[in-house]
């Protein structure tokens, strides 16, 4: 769609010359108890509030408000592949099942304020678990199924939840994975230690339950549901938190990002429509997990909030059964908009690069996908447009900003599309670009992407219990902005181009580069499925780049035989002062469970540095992998100069 017919302009205009006044009309489209006093106080909190004063609460807004005119409308649809199971539930369903395990959780005595932690796999018990401790002001903290027991227990201290939720076992392809030991592990591991945990049994495995702290979901269910117990909604303030969800920190404590109740809402409802372009009525699937952030905003709360129906998928883009698994999907449900990851679509071009099984699916009601995560390389992104034939719009934000950054406003009408770029910032946020000392750089120049405060609605407020903390992290290293800590530059339309993370930035012979377009040129090489570029220690230049490849399957020919040309290929798109000479042939990357790439280890491996196991990794194998690989090309330590 031509830019003179999309909207963006005018309506980020608008929000520029009265801010508060665009927020304020923009929450009309929420149901308030009690209005603002002040839709923004500069004054409150540590870079303003919005909403003080208001009443509101967000599970009234996402179920019950619903029930009267799409009591009937399907609310979740729950895919499992790995368990063959499929099960629709309704608006009028949802408000049951949501209002009836709040009671449970209020006879455990849980009260507005109190913290749950929920430790849960991809099953609609787990958005049942989240809603339910919405609509009673209690703080859920969502750890992602599955997780080690050291970070689960690190969680646990930090909230203090009065009740831990959790289910006896996830199932993550063929693998059944035990939950109930890793629980109980982390509560022995936990100073804090919770009341109570309810336990919801999953028929791949039965666990034992604790005697005096553990009691059975699905039981303590049953009885309040034959007994008529249903919790009403809680009114909260806008201010008050809906949620607490942690991120790593580079001291080894988890950031615990706060999201509020108000400004949340009010964002969210927002990009529903203008950014995404969906209507209130139709199947939205964001393919993530509710252990991150994309889970608790577009998996749950979102689509919910905007009365769509939300699909809550089990499974894997590939080996689930197979590379058509998102085709599949789409086609049953009638999913108009897919939001993934850009590794879930390198992952399926890997398996089937001409998408054959594509053509056994119908798409019909499919009109876009959004991609954000991690950086959308060209050349992905290429494919997906040449084969989906709709909108492939690469959007970035973070877990602390809570909703999009930058992107492609499809609700707005679409801008014209630079392969590489989110496009621009979106009302709310804006963005510029420094250099070191705090300086605005020129146009098309390299620097640190941050936003000038204050952050809009529906960002972090804070971290949890850690204002001193938040402004260290996140505000004082230029001074009036939030710091992204991602690199990148704006070039002369104002479009942003992310290129990793400040620390993904390396320095050869005083040459600051960027890993993310060295890239961009090794993903576009026929032969290659995903990759990776890290800097390595050299004696002579500091840094050296190294190129991590794999191919795609079906390539049979000598793996260094492509590495020479993809040697060649940075040389002559980039240039020699890349000093581009390492390309390797690996069999995978190291990635987190939500697929981002584990690039900062892997650079601790190469330079012989001291290492870890992060805990979010998906597979602790593939880091033994790189080891040995990169041992058996003599690359383990500082290189020598050449």
């Known amino acids: 769609m031509p830019s003179t017919q999309s909207r963006y302009r005018e309506v980020y205009a608008g929000w520029q010359s009265d801010p508060v006044g665009f927020w304020e009309a923009a929450a009309w489209d929420i149901d308030w108890i009690r209005p603002a006093d002040k839709v923004f106080d500069s004054q409150a909190g540590v870079y303003g509030r919005w909403f003080v004063g208001a009443e509101c609460n967000t599970c009234y807004n996402a179920v019950d408000r619903h029930v009267a005119t799409r009591g009937d409308q399907a609310a979740i649809i729950y895919d499992s592949p790995v368990t063959n199971t499929k099960r629709s539930i309704t608006y009028a369903e949802l408000q049951d099942e949501v209002a009836t395990l709040a009671a449970v959780l209020q006879e455990m005595g849980v009260v507005k304020g109190d913290r749950v932690v929920i430790y849960m796999p991809m099953i ?95 039981s303590a269910v049953d009885a309040a549901r034959a007994e008529g117990r249903k919790a009403e909604c809680v009114p909260v303030a806008a201010t008050d938190p809906l949620y607490v969800l942690y991120t790593s920190g580079t001291t080894g404590v988890p950031k615990g990002v706060v999201r509020d109740n108000g400004g949340h809402m009010v964002a969210l409802k927002w990009s529903m429509g203008h950014f995404f372009g969906v209507k209130p009525g139709e199947v939205f699937w964001a393919a993530s997990d509710v252990g991150w952030v994309v889970g608790h905003s577009y998996i749950v709360y979102g689509p919910l909030l905007h009365g769509c129906t939300a699909v809550l998928y089990e499974g894997k883009p590939v080996g689930t059964p197979d590379a058509g698994a998102y085709w599949r999907v789409i086609s049953d449900h009638g999913v108009v908009t897919l939001f ?41 992104v290429k494919w997906a447009e040449d084969i989906l034939r709709v909108p492939v719009i690469d959007h970035w934000w973070q877990t602390e900003t809570g909703w999009p950054v930058a992107g492609n406003p499809l609700g707005l009408g679409a801008l014209p599309v630079k392969h590489g770029s989110p496009t621009v910032a979106m009302p709310g946020y804006t963005l510029e670009v420094l250099d070191e000392g ?112 794999v191919l795609k399957s079906g390539i049979d020919r000598p ?61 602790p194998m593939v880091l033994t992998e790189i080891g040995d690989v990169l041992r058996a090309r003599g690359l383990v330590g500082a290189r020598d100069g050449a």
Not at 361 to 380: H, I, K, N, Q, V
Not at 569 to 593: N, S
Not at 602 to 614: Q, Y
């Open 124 to 218: 609609p018990e787990t958005s049942f678990a989240m809603l339910a401790c919405a609509r009673i002001g209690a703080i859920h903290s969502v750890v992602f199924g599955g997780f080690a027991a050291k970070e689960l227990a690190t969680r646990i201290d930090d909230a203090k939840p009065k009740v831990i939720l959790s289910a006896s076992c996830g199932v993550e392809g063929a693998r059944v994975i035990p939950y109930k030991p890793l629980l109980d592990e982390a509560i022995t591991l936990s100073t804090s230690k919770p009341e109570a945990c309810l336990v919801f049994q999953r028929p791949q495995l039965a666990c034992a339950l604790n005697d005096g702290r553990d009691r059975d979901w699905t």
């Open 340 to 380: 993934t990851a850009p590794t879930a679509f390198r992952a399926i071009k890997k398996e089937d690069p001409k998408a054959e099984l594509l053509k056994t699916y119908d798409l019909s009601s499919f009109r876009a996908l959004f991609l954000a995560g991690e950086r959308a390389d060209p050349d992905t």
């Open 438 to 549: 705090g300086k605005p750089v020129a146009p098309n120049t390299m620097g640190a992407i941050v936003i000038k405060l204050p952050l809009p609605p529906g960002a972090l407020p804070t971290l949890w219990q850690a204002d001193k903390r938040f402004k260290e992290s996140y505000l004082s290293v230029y001074p009036g902005y939030y710091n992204t800590s991602d690199a990148g530059y704006l070039d002369e339309d104002g479009y942003i181009w992310v290129m990793g993370r400040t620390d993904d930035i390396i320095n050869v012979a005083g040459h600051r580069l960027s890993t993310g377009g060295m890239e961009e040129v090794l993903a576009s090489h026929q032969a290659v499925a995903e990759c990776a570029v890290i800097g390595v220690k050299d004696s002579l230049k500091g840094e050296v780049p190294c190129g991590f490849v």
């Open 559 to 619: 793996p260094e035989e492509v590495e020479a040309e993809l040697v060649a290929l940075v040389r002559d798109r980039i240039g020699p002062v890349a000093a581009f000479k390492l390309a390797i042939t690996v069999a995978r990357l190291p990635k987190t469970r939500s697929g981002k790439i584990l690039r900062g280890t892997m650079k601790k491996i190469a330079d012989g540095d001291a290492w870890s196991t992060p805990a979010t990794i998906d597979d």
